[in-house]
């Protein structure tokens, strides 16, 4: 097997010839600021950096946001691992992470490790603050969701089906997810750096509606 980071560098370019140009905000910069943040959270809460890395880098390669099998996305990923000899303990449980981090309306399940905690954390962190902002207005824009319809009701206790493909609009899903990441953080570093993220997403609503003429 190759050493740790030489497999690190080698999935960066695995995955960022895969979504460099992804349209919906899920693209390799998003990929590469999880990453980023994702290994210097674990570097403070004493996880295995090498699998937080990797999980950081292939989280979306199965996500049904970005692919239309997660199966065989799920798939191409053991395969990659184990063309490189990662051992099925660690495969285990970069898997493991992968399928169990997505928000998914809420639905998501309690998590196992200390791995999952953090890059769950790096991956909340960019869907929040400023790039979180942008990112969401990208979202809605690839799925033909307006910026915000005040007609529209704020949806809870979605199903995944619901909160994948029922009506919403850029606007609403400040209030059916990103306001909520903020109290659903898992180690004491992202929950450092959610709370200035989440000011600043508050500010913009309260600016937003102004303009709007909703204040």
């Given at each position: 097997m190759k050493n740790?980071?030489?497999?690190?560098?080698?999935?960066?370019?695995?995955?960022?010839?895969?979504?460099l140009h992804e349209g919906s905000g899920h693209d390799w910069y998003h990929i590469e600021r999880?990453?980023?943040?994702?290994?210097?959270i674990a570097e403070k809460e004493d996880a295995d950096d090498?699998?937080?890395?990797?999980?950081?880098l292939f989280h979306d390669l199965a996500d049904d946001k970005v692919v239309e099998n997660e199966q065989e996305g799920l798939q191409s990923i053991v395969t990659w691992l184990k063309?490189?000899?990662?051992?099925?303990?660690?495969?285990?449980?970069i898997m493991e992470i992968i399928q169990m981090i997505s928000f998914k309306g809420g639905n998501g399940v309690p998590l196992k490790t200390k791995e999952a905690m953090v890059v769950q954390d790096a991956d909340r962190l960019d869907a929040i603050g400023a790039i979180g902002i942008?990112?969401?207005?990208?979202?809605?824009?690839?799925?033909g969701q307006p910026i915000y319809d005040p007609m529209?009701?704020?949806?809870?206790?979605?199903?995944?089906?619901?909160?994948?493909?029922?009506?919403?609009?850029?606007?609403?899903?400040f209030y059916e997810k990103l306001l909520k990441l903020k109290?659903?953080?898992?180690?004491?570093?992202?929950?450092?750096?959610?709370?200035?993220?989440?000011?600043?997403?508050?500010?913009?609503?309260?600016?937003?509606?102004l303009e709007w003429g909703e204040s």
């Open positions: 740790q980071q030489s497999i690190i560098e080698d999935a960066k370019e695995w995955v960022k010839d895969q979504l999880v990453t980023y943040t994702a290994q210097a090498f699998i937080v890395a990797l999980a950081s063309d490189y000899d990662v051992n099925e303990k660690d495969i285990k449980h942008a990112r969401t207005f990208t979202y809605a824009g690839s799925k529209l009701p704020v949806r809870d206790n979605m199903s995944v089906e619901e909160y994948r493909k029922g009506r919403s609009s850029a606007i609403h899903h109290d659903l953080m898992n180690t004491d570093e992202g929950k450092r750096l959610a709370q200035e993220r989440h000011r600043f997403m508050e500010q913009f609503l309260d600016q937003f509606y």
